[in-house]
């Protein structure tokens, strides 16, 4: 008699064909549910972006000076210190810095619209102080030259004008000092960037013959040119934007210029931090009309002429030892024309308003054949 057939026990599945299933599927539901997380928070982002927005409004109409709310440096550096504190990453503190910049560039110039004129062409120093200082949606304007932005804003075509006042490795910058002795602007802020230099080029670092860039770029790059780029001809250009276009366009050639240039540009980052100090800073003075009240944290600028005889100038350098002022920048212009002697400008710490900065100047203006307050503005510190 044949047996019957046993049947067959149902195979439970092992735990590792279990957890084989799960390792394929995983992924799948933690990209569905990362992208359900990532288009909630896009949702909130934007809600939350747009009441800032109507709350910056509601500051800016709720203002007695409209145009003091428009343009508060002060404000504005506090805001990103306190955003920067805050912050606990990933994102950097000029990721931050740089969305916020925008809310309020964006909010401002829907109340008034800030013209500001700055030494271009687009993606120079200058141009990247002046979107540091007004945001991108500002109306922002290149001109040629140093004495042009003064000339913009003395003239009324902008109401602001950004030009380099002073840089860590190469000292003053000659023709800003110059135009103060000319014309009746003042300052009423300043921008402190560090400055990073980059090689930039389509050809492969061993193939540049030629390395173009501004004087003063190409300076604070010398003994790095020098000792890494020995075979090329170093050759100087207006600015390190046209720089950036003479090595898009010719090979063989190659741009000191800033990063932000390398992308507008099209160009391959050959060497970065190509600086020979690498605390480079450059500071900018914003100039225009608009007087800034105190803040506690300020500087004054003053252009004076005195008597040009023996003791002269210790004489009115003692005056803010006297006052126990701290004078941060002291630079000497030799006078134009047959007279002998000297223009000086000098920063100090204060305000115009203060007590003990205000009897100082009056002090010195007794001894002063000119003197003049170039403004008093609140202090920045250097950003990347």
Not at 74 to 79: E, G, H, W, Y
Not at 154 to 183: K, Q, W, Y
Not at 214 to 240: F, G, H, Y
Not at 348 to 375: F, N, P, S, T
């Amino acid at each position: 008699m044949a047996s019957k057939p046993v049947p067959k026990k149902a195979v439970k599945p092992t735990s590792s064909s279990v957890s084989g299933k799960q390792a394929a599927s995983s992924p799948a539901k933690n990209h569905a549910s990362a992208l359900a997380d990532i288009a909630k928070l896009d949702q909130d982002i934007v809600k939350l972006l747009n009441r800032r927005a109507v709350a910056t409004i509601k500051l800016i109409e709720a203002s007695p000076d409209r145009r003091t709310a428009i343009y508060d440096p002060r404000s504005d550096d506090d805001l990103f210190a306190k955003l920067e504190a805050e912050n606990l990453g990933p994102l950097t503190p000029r990721a931050i810095r740089g969305v916020f910049r925008q809310i309020l560039s964006s909010v401002r110039n829907q109340a008034r619209v800030q013209r500001a004129v700055y030494l271009g062409p687009a993606y120079s120093f200058s141009h990247m102080a002046a979107i540091e200082r007004f945001g991108e949606s500002a109306d922002l304007i290149p001109v040629n030259t140093i004495p042009a932005v003064f000339e913009e804003v003395n003239r009324g075509h902008a109401d602001f004008g950004i030009v380099p006042i002073e840089n860590s490795t190469d000292g003053r910058i000659i023709d800003t000092l110059d135009m103060f002795t000319r014309l009746p602007l003042r300052i009423c802020g300043e921008i402190q960037l560090s400055i990073h230099h980059n090689l930039l080029g389509r050809s492969p670092r061993g193939e540049i013959n030629e390395v173009y860039s501004k004087p003063q770029a190409l300076s604070q790059c010398r003994e790095w040119i020098s000792k890494n780029m020995p075979q090329a001809r170093v050759i100087e250009v207006t600015s390190t934007s046209t720089a950036a276009q003479l090595a898009r366009d010719k090979p063989g050639a190659a741009a000191v210029a800033s990063k932000q240039a390398a992308v507008e540009y099209g160009l391959h980052v050959l060497a970065e931090h190509i600086e020979d100090n690498k605390t480079n800073v450059t500071r900018f003075a914003v100039i225009g009309d608009k007087p800034v009240g105190s803040t506690g944290k300020d500087r004054t600028s003053i252009l004076l002429q005195i008597p040009h005889r023996p003791g002269s100038l210790s004489e009115s350098l003692a005056i803010f030892k006297q006052a126990k002022l701290n004078l941060t920048w002291i630079e000497s212009f030799p006078l134009r024309g047959p007279e002998t002697g000297y223009i000086f400008f000098l920063d100090c710490e204060g305000h115009i308003k203060d007590a003990k900065v205000k009897r100082a100047l009056e002090d010195l203006a007794k001894m002063a054949v000119r003197m003049e307050i170039l403004g008093s503005y609140p202090r920045s510190e250097p950003v990347e």
